[in-house]
């Protein structure tokens, strides 16, 4: 039996962020969410201590992203998740109020799974999370070698 799926919520709008777990919540899907306000946190968690994202090797998680950070651009963090060899089959997606498809297109080209432009329509947006929550709980998730 495999890990639950543990989401990682990196939102610095604190209001955006707790109407994001409502809905999650809402629709059924109680894996646990580990939120991030700003970019630095965030890859500290995803790639631990010595920078190799090794903690992570063998978990699965699923990455919820905005764009827009204080720190550093959501660009920049799928950038270093899909180049990272233990945490490229993350599944990640952009919820972000960027709707510019030069943006979207090069989101889609860095390995983002969705891309949702704020403000969403929760009730979708519920639905592809407790989707992938039932992809998550039927289908294994490759492991990454090495």
Sequence with gaps: MSKPVV???IEDDE????LIERNIRRSGVNN????FR???????Y???ANGDGLPHKGE????????NLPD???IDILRQVKENKFLKCAPVVVLTTTDDSQEIKRCYELGCNVYITKPVNYESFANAIRQLGLFFSIIQVPRTTS
């Design 7 to 9: 989401i990682i919520m």
């Design 32 to 35: 646990e969410i580990k939120p």
């Design 60 to 67: 699965t998680l699923l990455i919820l992203l905005d764009l």
């Design 38 to 44: 700003n970019g630095t946190d965030a890859l500290n």
């Design 15 to 18: 209001g955006h962020a707790r």
């Design 46 to 48: 995803l790639f631990g």
């Design 72 to 74: 550093m651009t959501g």
